[in-house]
């Protein structure tokens, strides 16, 4: 007996074959792309010390693309910075009560976790400590802009070396003086909050109120922006 051909009539009449076309409606739709959020703005360490200064300078550096000029009291103070670096090298560790420890100078440092990143004027590192240390030009007294300053490097130094941090210094340098001071939870706590702040101004692009201390404008190099300041 041969082998019988399927009847060219019937051969596609296949279940699959038979299966009407589904309609649109009932085809379920791709996928949707997961939901992301995105990466929080990056700042640096100078936004949180302008923001304590005064929040009306963060509009300007980071939502009005304003072409800054270099004034000199910015490049006095830098030449300073330089020139106190190669005497801070050859200075003893007095200044901070230490007899020994291991300077590093403009350490650049970046932390995933806080999206902040910084270059410290100093770390001193002794067996026990690290120490962060601004250089200020400055003949005034400590400021909050630059305890808070202070706390974000020390933030940085943790995260970089994962190591607590629990005091810095701040060296006037007219006044060959370092003053000390201790890295809190509170401040710690103010900083983190002043990330979020700063990240939601800069992102509204709202214009804050200035400083009330009408005295800080006076050499401030965005005076001629600011309409309700002389
Ligand atoms: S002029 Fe005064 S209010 Fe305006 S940005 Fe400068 S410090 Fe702030």
Redesign the pocket.
Known sequence: MGITKPDSSTADASPSSMRSPIPDSLVPNPPSPTPYSLPPISLTVTAIKQFV??P??IY?TYCLPLKRPTTYKMQEGKLEHESNEERESRRSLRAYGLSEGERHFAVRLTSERLALTGVLDMVIVTPQELIPVEFKSSTGSLGLNHKYQLTAYAMLVEDWKDKAVRRGFVYFIPQKRAVEVAVTPNMRAFVKKALGDIRGMIAKEMIPE??RH?G??VD????N??N??E
Request: proline letters at 0%.
């Open positions: 200064y005064c009306r300078i300007f200035g400083t009408a800080r404008c401030c190099e965005f005076k922006y600011c309700d300041r």
